[in-house]
């Protein structure tokens, strides 16, 4: 019967036809002996591992292509050589993807031995690393990037003085290069396409590497980057493209703090962007859009649904890994934007579902630790002011991603952690973590998150002030005066996102120096900022931190009154744990029926 079927089904339905037909075939493999018979059940069980992989179904995916390895063993590498290749490549990616890694190694190996190009062997090394990048395991990520690129002759340091020497010097003879060159911008938009296919590959490996080497080694990214800006202009246009523009105008921006000449490179990447034809590129570049560019100079909630494109395009095209990225920056960006606690957490449910359903752990570290402090202030903790849960998942996350080693998931947990202890007044805390964990901030730069690190912990210092001896001062305000430097260099960007942080900041700064009613002035100057807005969150730090300021010199009353907006404003966001805190600290301030 399902020969029959097998055999009236037309060519262009088999796709549609491959889960029935290969289904009923499993248990009945023994019985096709015919060589035709079994070449052409192989192509259909092919077909329907693609199809099981390409819907996230890893276990499926490898009974069918193990099935398809059998009934091709007749032919094998001399016999069918595309066909085997095809087979073993996408059974590799499956094992890997349904966590056996010693079987997709070693189908992986099997590809390497029998590879016919340097190119093949390429493609190979392509599909590994981005295996590996997928699971955030981004040191091996690189090491197979290293061996990939000797192929072609391409070579990166590996010793990270050297590395560090080569990067700055590259990174200044671009600079110079492209700071005359974004005269002619519309001269490099047109540029021929590349159609050298060797060219191709490699730009798209580069593309991975580069976002590997940003979790790992920053110096090392320059180079990446700067190999694939080389390729752009000695062979043309490449899908990667955008991305390596994308790169150099984050570097620009973000690490050089250069805004007029990295606000050109990100739009000269908007424009290169709709010349890349492979989603899955394209998919990359629309979240460094997204997560490293719009906010240093739109308002912080006017992309969230560009995110959320991008989010369904990742788990539509099997990108696990940038689903979890872009969702970590829509959680930070809705909550930046200041709507209730309780709405973002609905928001994300659906995307966290998924990373769970698709065993993607690496994308669930970097987006779980700030649903986490969304819990812990809204009281939905089991312990009063506590982010973790009963199942201890912090605990657990933060030795997983500890072992692993990813320096950006680490920095996010820092962040996170860091931003928890402050809305319950741990001060002394906020500065402790933030110390410990300012190895990881480098990588970081450019997300929003280096806003809230950098707000929270030059609050905490102001509000730490008095307690610290004459040592910690001098070193503690370096810190904030660095900090605020930096804030209203943002400020000046984008008022709208930055202006209420920046005049919380200098409130502070002249509260240390002793000028009462500047202080006064510059309190209800980041009120007004927040509210205009919508910033509820950094309202209400701003009313609690004036109401503070007041406590401690006496004005009792005034303090009543900041204090009770700061609450409202907490009551009204959603952070009902943080308002019980307060009720705590100050019950004669607070002594109302809410």
Known sequence: YFRILLKNTPKE???????????????????????EEKKELAKLFLLAGHKAKDSTSYDLAVIYLSNALKLNADFGWSGDYAMTFDIYI?????????????KALYYFGELLKYAKTDLEKLKIYYVQSSLYLKLSKTKECLVIGRKAMRLFNIHFPEKPWLIKLKAYWVMGKYFLNFSKNMKRAQELLQQEACKDEQVIEINKFLVDMSTAAYQENQELM????????????????????????????????????LSKKGFSLWDLTAQLSPRTKSESTKVKVDYLLDAMSTHWRRPVDENTDRILETIKKCNLNGFPHYSGYATTNYISKKIASGIPIQTVLDLSTDKVEFLKKVKHISGLD?????????????????????????????????????????????????????????YFGKYRDVIDVSNEGRVYFPFLVGQWVVVEWEFFNSIAIA????????????THIKTFKKSLKQMKKWAEDCPENFDSYYFLMLAELSAIEGKFEETLTLFKDSIKAASKSGFRHIEA???????????????????????????????????HAVCKDLQIKYPLLLSIDK
């Open 366 to 422: 970097f987006t779980v630790p700030k649903l986490q402090v969304l819990k812990a202030l809204s009281g939905q903790t089991p312990q009063f002011g506590d982010w973790e849960d009963e199942s201890n998942v912090m605990q657990k996350l933060y030795e997983r991603i500890t072992e692993h080693g990813n320096q950006s998931t680490l920095g996010h947990y820092y962040c996170s952690k860091l931003t928890m202890l402050f």
């Open 13 to 35: 339905k088999l796709s549609d036809a491959a889960f029935d037909i290969t289904g009923h075939f499993t248990n009945g493999l023994y019985l096709v002996t015919s060589a």
């Open 541 to 575: 730090i701003a009313n609690q931190r004036a109401a503070m300021f007041l406590l401690q010199r006496g004005y009792d009353k005034m303090a009543e009154s900041f204090l009770k907006t700061a609450w409202d404003l907490f009551q009204d966001w959603g952070a």
């Open 222 to 257: 320059l180079l990446v980057v700067f190999k694939n800006v080389d390729q752009f202009l000695e062979h043309g246009v490449t899908d990667s493209s955008g991305w390596c523009f994308s790169s150099f105008a984050f570097v620009t921006l973000s690490v050089l703090g």
């Open 90 to 102: 996408t059974l590799g990616e499956s094992e890997f993807l349904d966590n056996d890694n010693d």
């Open 463 to 474: 509000a730490q002030y008095p307690k610290f001896t004459a040592n910690e001062k001098k």
